[in-house]
């Protein structure tokens, strides 16, 4: 596959996650530790929570991932010497300053976080839009535009191929607090 004008097929970038090796040899089961602390009695408990992170596939076929080995790559990181680190930097800085939290919303005192969802194909290309977390019609329409206007990605990466993989994007909302 060729991007970016590129002659040479893409490579992966950043990091591997090896983990993600050994969860997909363990048929794509996480077992994870969950602790949680009661604010009020700061007593503890811990759980044990298995997570189904096995690929989706598509009536077409299509393999979207839910982890991959090689993360993502926002525009702009691909040379960077954490590419990772740079893909956080650069998405937050690009909610910040598209994201417009509207007078109305501030007035009526809506805040709360939606969370958005969306594919990064193999291509980079954003698509399938979504929201997992809705902070009603309004707020849900403002954040879909948002994320539409994401730039081409450099792809994720599993055993050596650029792959299809859903991004999940936290977008907050929050009123200024008075000091």
């Not at 970016?4 to 090896?18: D, H, R």
């Not at 989706?56 to 010497?81: K, L, M, N, Q």
């Amino acid at each position: 596959m060729l991007l970016f004008g590129c002659e040479q097929p893409l490579q992966p970038i950043g990091y591997s996650n090896t983990a993600i090796l050994t969860t997909e040899a363990n048929g794509w089961k996480s077992i994870d530790t969950v602790i949680t602390v009661s604010p009020q009695t700061f007593e503890m408990d811990t759980s044990i929570v298995i997570n189904d992170l096995r690929p989706d596939t598509s009536v077409t076929g299509e393999v979207t991932f839910r982890v991959s080995e090689y993360a993502p790559i926002f525009a702009g990181c691909e040379a960077e010497e954490d590419p990772a680190i740079c893909t956080q930097s650069k998405l937050r800085e690009f909610v910040d300053t598209h994201l417009e939290y509207p007078r109305w919303a501030k007035v009526r005192g809506i805040q709360g976080t939606s969370v958005a969802t969306f594919i990064i194909g193999a291509d980079g290309r954003v698509r399938d839009t979504g929201v997992e977390r809705s902070m009603g019609d309004e707020i849900d329409k403002l954040v879909l535009q948002l994320v539409e206007q994401l730039p081409v990605w450099y792809p994720a990466f599993h055993n050596g191929k650029p792959v299809a993989l859903k991004y999940r994007l936290p977008v907050t909302f929050s009123l200024p607090v008075d000091e």
